[in-house]
């Protein structure tokens, strides 16, 4: 079994994604289903950010594209054990200078294929000043700008369930914050326009 601090819980096409740091080693974890790598809503649904939640993962290891964190799970029998203060995590923020490869918004694929497997980094948490704008292209869509540590702006679309409930229904969110920022795999919006794979913030938590 696996103690894992829950640092995401936010939607994909056919459940959740969730994702989190191994309370033994550190090590940043996404628990994904064989199936369509994504948890069930009845699964993820039950368990909040902060929690330390037990979870059964497999042996074996998925060698998937670009996103090295992601393990198997082997039950769906999770267990919440206790939950802990955002003062806890702190120290698991990483260096922002550059966030998950690049400077922007997104990483080429081309750019990803030349690093090692281990390598590899889709997850990072970092501590920002941030500011949400409601996405102009879609009606309940939400972007968290802010600076990354070499003083880039970067807009990423918010896929935190919980900010995202806050924000449509007009609450505001404090601009100092935690953000888990994850990489999705390689996506193009039509076949004239190359693969990239986009940064998204899965998780805010409020200071």
């Given at each position: 079994m696996s103690e894992i601090i829950i640092l995401a819980n936010s939607f994909k096409p056919g459940g959740r994604c969730v994702a989190g740091i191994d309370n033994s080693t550190g090590e940043r974890i996404r628990p994904i289903s064989r199936e369509n790598r994504a948890i069930p809503n009845h699964v993820a649904g039950k368990i909040k950010l902060l929690e330390l939640v037990e979870i059964s993962l497999a042996a074996d290891i998925p060698r998937d594209r670009y996103q090295r964190e992601n393990r198997f799970v082997e039950s769906w029998d999770w267990k919440v054990i206790n939950s802990v203060p955002p003062k806890y995590i702190r120290k698991y923020c990483e260096d922002d200078s550059i966030i998950l490869h690049s400077n922007s918004d997104r990483v080429a694929p081309a750019i990803l294929d030349k690093m090692p497997f281990?390598?590899?980094?889709?997850?990072?948490?970092?501590?920002?000043?941030?500011?949400?704008?409601?996405?102009?292209?879609?009606?309940?869509?939400?972007?968290?700008?802010?600076?990354?540590?070499?003083?880039?702006?970067?807009?990423?679309?918010?896929?935190?369930?919980?900010?995202?409930?806050?924000?449509?229904?007009?609450?505001?969110?404090?601009?100092?914050?935690?953000?888990?920022?994850?990489?999705?795999?390689?996506?193009?919006?039509?076949?004239?326009?190359?693969?990239?794979?986009?940064?998204?913030?899965?998780?805010?938590?409020?200071?």
């Open positions: 281990k390598e590899w980094k889709s997850l990072q948490l970092i501590r920002a000043d941030v500011h949400f704008e409601k996405d102009s292209w879609k009606r309940y869509h939400w972007r968290a700008s802010f600076n990354d540590g070499a003083g880039k702006i970067l807009k990423l679309k918010v896929e935190c369930s919980e900010s995202l409930a806050k924000l449509n229904n007009g609450k505001k969110i404090v601009s100092n914050c935690m953000i888990t920022i994850s990489l999705a795999g390689p996506w193009t919006p039509d076949s004239s326009t190359p693969e990239q794979c986009y940064k998204l913030v899965a998780w805010v938590i409020e200071l």
